[in-house]
């Protein structure tokens, strides 16, 4: 099992989580519970009630809708991230490759925990408007910005 600083490094490279600030990370890692999945596993299908993110502890998982290939999430990598934000099901399904643990975080621990941390909540949105400009930026390149 990681211990709560072995979870903070990993969602402190999280894009969402970019701008919180190190120690309010633990308070994050509080709530991350591990979990382990097989080959084959699947994780969640599309339509799915998003209810969680994950971060790629070590493993595969294929993010996919039906056949089509999305991307594949590496050691590292979060998947389903939109959960934490939005009501909205599952767009993609995610089925294990290799053997899998991973870290989830759960949308309503999530919520609740933003609701009595200002830190955390600055941080997320800091990030998400960093995002959000990134986007505008490229595809608005080359004209006015707002």
């Given at each position: 099992?990681?211990?709560?600083?072995?979870?903070?490094?990993?969602?402190?490279?999280?894009?969402?989580?970019?701008?919180?600030?190190?120690?309010?990370?633990?308070?994050?890692?509080?709530?991350?519970?591990?979990?382990?999945?097989?080959?084959?596993?699947?994780?969640?299908?599309?339509?799915?009630?998003?209810?969680?993110?994950?971060?790629?502890?070590?493993?595969?998982?294929?993010l996919h809708?039906?056949?089509?290939?999305?991307?594949?999430?590496?050691?590292?990598?979060?998947?389903?991230?939109?959960?934490?934000?939005?009501?909205?099901?599952?767009?993609?399904?995610?089925?294990?490759?290799?053997?899998?643990?991973?870290?989830?975080?759960?949308?309503?621990?999530?919520?609740?925990?933003?609701?009595?941390?200002?830190?955390?909540t600055q941080?997320?949105?800091?990030?998400?408007?960093?995002?959000?400009?990134?986007?505008?930026?490229?595809?608005?390149?080359?004209?006015?910005?707002?």
């Amino acid at each position: 099992m990681l211990t709560v600083v072995e979870k903070v490094i990993f969602l402190q490279d999280v894009d969402v989580f970019s701008e919180v600030p190190t120690e309010q990370l633990a308070y994050l890692a509080a709530i991350a519970e591990e979990e382990t999945f097989s080959q084959g596993e699947i994780i969640y299908r599309e339509q799915d009630p998003a209810e969680a993110m994950y971060l790629v502890v070590e493993g595969k998982v294929r993010l996919h809708r039906g056949s089509l290939d999305i991307t594949v999430a590496d050691p590292g990598d979060p998947f389903g991230t939109w959960a934490l934000f939005d009501d909205e099901p599952r767009v993609s399904a995610a089925t294990v490759l290799e053997e899998a643990r991973l870290l989830r975080l759960n949308k309503e621990e999530f919520v609740d925990l933003l609701a009595d941390n200002v830190g955390i909540t600055q941080g997320v949105l800091k990030a998400l408007v960093k995002r959000m400009r990134g986007l505008v930026g490229r595809v608005g390149a080359g004209s006015t910005q707002a």
